[in-house]
């Protein structure tokens, strides 16, 4: 009988850990497990080992280790700024778009709800796209604006111009939040040439581990906690820091720098190399959002839509499992579910048609998008 094989292709919604990141992180459950508040060896070696992650962190990014909060992950970093932001600077506008992900979207509405702010929701097209004159409009109001979106669309792929919409917000004097969890670690970012206030960063996106983030604000607008009840992380979050977690995530943002050019014509190459396959197997097949088109969407992400068949009913992905390979149908947020993306909904999605993401590491391979590509010619036979 067939070994069944385990090939992984949802990578959007986490990443394999990087062995260098495990070998990096083991000696904080061991031998070097002092509480980085205690004023002890075991502490003071435990706060040097957090500082020098932080330092490395900022690095990075060409920011001061003192613009690092390290957070539980990406959605406790978008929230913090969120919130933050409207306490700090009396928000009385919020400009995002329908495509953001929950841990943006669901918040603002919230927040535009108990806070009577105005909400305004940019209008996207059908490949996703935002209109920047629009966006000038909303922006031309005189009143405090905060403006949140997301640098790559986890599930269409869509990069977003950080510079250009930057730009704009300091035209206009407005607070930016971008959600750059997609982004961080395969794509280089200068903040020093970004006039944006606040990020977000999660470790399981960059081969790093899950549970732990980053969140930055620039030191000329700062922000409230969120989390109170201690003096960790220069009073911006109460709480006994992860520090092995901490730990693996500068180590694996590390490694992403390091190799960051090299990784990327890696996974395009392989994104490029599924594309052209699929093509080829599935006559009718087409590409949601911006995600075909290798300069304008994450080399990381392919969102296959395919043509009307028996499959078409939620059986797809069930099958491709059964076949030992991993994929998603929209976010991870709500793997499992049956509940429909919105991303795809906005843009006016076939209901019909079954809609697959596709998500690529460094550690996939060419023969693994060969079997998933046969797997799939069966299916669509």
């Not at 079997?371 to 010619?377: A, H, V």
Request: net charge neutral.
């Amino acid at each position: 009988m067939p070994i069944q094989p385990s090939i992984y292709l949802d990578n959007a919604a986490t990443t394999p850990m990087d062995e260098r990141v495990l070998e990096a992180m083991l000696p904080f459950f061991t031998s070097h497990f002092g509480n980085p508040s205690s004023v002890h060896s075991h502490g003071r070696n435990a706060r040097v080992a957090l500082e020098k992650a932080r330092k490395k962190v900022a690095g990075l990014l060409h920011v001061s280790p003192g613009e690092i909060t390290f957070t539980s992950g990406g959605t406790e970093a978008d929230n913090t700024a969120i919130w933050g932001a409207i306490a700090a600077y009396d928000i009385q506008h919020i400009i995002t778009s329908p495509l953001e992900h929950h841990a943006v979207l669901h918040v603002v509405e919230q927040a535009a709800k108990s806070n009577n702010i105005k909400l305004s929701l940019l209008k996207v097209d059908a490949q996703g796209s935002i209109d920047l004159n629009e966006l000038e409009k909303l922006l031309d109001q005189k009143v405090s604006t905060m403006v949140s979106l997301m640098h790559g669309n986890n599930e269409i792929g869509n990069i977003l111009d950080l510079k250009a919409i930057s730009d704009l917000c300091q035209q206009y004097s407005a607070y930016f939040h971008s959600d750059t969890v997609q982004t961080i670690g395969h794509y280089p970012l200068d903040l020093q040439q970004l006039s944006v206030h606040a990020i977000a960063g999660s470790a399981h996106k960059f081969h790093g581990p899950k549970g732990v983030g980053f969140l930055y604000t620039n030191k000329n607008k700062k922000i409230p906690p969120m989390i109170g009840g201690g003096s960790q992380e220069r009073n911006m979050r109460g709480g006994t820091e992860n520090i092995a977690a901490i730990i693996g995530m500068a180590q694996a943002l590390e490694i992403a720098g390091q190799n960051q050019e090299h990784h990327r014509k890696e996974v395009e190459a392989l994104k490029q190399y599924f594309k052209e396959k699929i093509k080829a197997a599935i006559p009718g097949v087409s590409f949601n959002g911006l995600s075909g088109n290798l300069s304008k969407s994450l080399y990381t992400v392919l969102n296959v839509s395919f043509p009307p068949s028996d499959n078409n009913q939620g059986m797809l992905l069930f099958q491709l499992d059964l076949a030992g390979i991993s994929a998603s149908g929209g976010s991870a947020c709500s793997s499992g579910a049956r509940l429909g993306s919105h991303v795809l909904q906005e843009i006016g999605a076939d209901p019909s048609r079954e809609n697959v993401r596709f998500s690529f590491s460094r550690f996939n391979t060419r023969e693994e998008i060969d079997y998933t590509i046969n797997k799939l010619r069966e299916l669509y036979a």
